[in-house]
């Protein structure tokens, strides 16, 4: 038979798919390069980690994985009942669970702007009603025009906090108030950055049906490639997020690194401690050099680099550090991952040779505030 050519034959996608630009992650090329760009862990996780990866792989890859013990010991190492969580493929399964399970389509899905882009991407999938507010132009908390679409009711809300790209916390009080006037949403609270900042609500899925919490392995454990997150709600809500999930979501390499990486806790707490005080270095030296920044809780920085900022991402990546271009959502502005105090140095040697450089339009004390001009559509390849 020949092949079809006819292009209107065959199945005919959702209208929500066609309405969405493909995406392309921009993680290709990345070797070799000081990699200040995803928010990754910049060393590595615990070599007790890769040393586990190795004898799982070589023994056990014929088994699908088993989950009991991980699941009672992931419990146990993050406060929780084992009822009381998901295994996720990720963090971004465990936003895909909850679209998945609490919106349909055409239902209200409230997402902060700039914020992490999944949120919006899952509840287009699902076809549902996007609203998006809008942080102040000082990139603060928007928290009374958040609490305003909250009491005009949806389905799911979904707040990263710290909040990917600004770094910036809401308040427990703030969060408090969100959860209470939206009692019939899920409210997902993702804690990608928890390590780094130490604020948590997560003990409230004891109090608020509404709650769920969503924590990575992807950050500050180093564990981005093998793909394994956790989801925590109250016991009634687990049990139905799970009727909806694969049942081998997580690998079996995914899932024992993860429990060795929790049996080693202090490398993670070392890596995070070393990560803040080359925030608070690369902050000054930012201050110093006259670039204005968003104070941070997390491990990268939003730097507005306003009209130099296209010259300041050449000239790093030509000093073989990458970074990420976020004017797409913050005019002017890049998201600097920041590493150990080693990394630092390198990347503030190199911001200094570009200050003294003669950048186009270098901004110097004149910053203006960041412009609340903000495309409506992510840009394919935005998404992290
Ligand atoms: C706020 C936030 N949540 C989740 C993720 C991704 O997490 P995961 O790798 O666990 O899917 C990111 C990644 O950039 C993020 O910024």
Redesign the pocket.
Known sequence: MSPNTNSKAGPKPRAAIEAMDPYRPPSSGREDKLRLD??ENTVGCSPRVVKRLGKVAAQDLTVYPAYEEVFEQLAGYFGVRADQMAL????????QLVVNTYVGEKDRVIVLRP??A?YRFYAQVAGARVIEIDYAADLRFPHEALLRAARSGAKAIFI?N????TGTLASPEELREILEAAPNAAVLI?E??FEFCGRTVLPWINRFPNLFV?R????AFGL?AL???CLFSDAANIAVIRKGQSPYSVNALGVACALEAIRDPGYVKKYAAEVIRARVMLCQELQCLGWKYFPSA?NFVLVQFGSASGAVLRMLRDAGILVRDRGYEVPGCVRITVGTIAQTRRLISALRSISRADVDGRVSQTVTPTPKVLPKRVKAGAL?
């Open positions: 995803f928010n996720t493929n990720g963090t971004d399964e465990a936003i914020s992490y999944m990263a710290p909040n990917n790209p993702d990608a950055y969503s990575t392995f992807s950050k981005a793909r394994v997150g997390a992290r």
